[in-house]
């Protein structure tokens, strides 16, 4: 218990206000971790869920991420699907 008793008063002394400046790059730091998934939207992939699944803990691994930025740009396509008039 004496350690979570340090966690706490640790927790309790942080100056949230030091942190307003960063508010503003929270978007964009979004933007960049899911940057596999919105490519794979964009390009329409057939592995959408696959990837975009694979990109919640990938991103935390450059390797990972890497990998995933390379499997958006590169899978398969969803099949065009000929339209069809009445």
Same mark, same amino acid.
């Given at each position: 218990?004496?350690i979570y008793d340090k966690? *706490?008063?640790? %927790? =309790? $002394?942080v100056d949230v206000t $030091?942190?307003?400046?960063?508010? !503003?790059? %929270?978007?964009?730091?979004? *933007? *960049?971790?899911?940057? !596999? =998934? %919105? #490519?794979?939207?964009? +390009?329409? +992939?057939s592995q959408l869920k696959? %990837?975009?699944?694979?990109?919640?803990?990938?991103?935390? =691994?450059?390797? @990972?991420?890497?990998?995933?930025? @390379?499997? @958006? #740009?590169?899978?398969?396509?969803? !099949?065009? +699907?000929?339209? $069809? =008039? #009445?």
């Open positions: 218990m004496e966690f *706490v008063e640790k %927790i =309790s $002394q $030091q942190f307003t400046p960063l508010i !503003p790059f %929270i978007p964009l730091i979004l *933007v *960049v971790y899911f940057l !596999p =998934s %919105i #490519i794979s939207i964009f +390009r329409n +992939r696959l %990837i975009t699944l694979a990109n919640i803990p990938a991103g935390l =691994s450059w390797f @990972a991420w890497l990998a995933l930025m @390379a499997w @958006a #740009i590169s899978g398969k396509e969803f !099949p065009k +699907r000929k339209s $069809q =008039s #009445i």
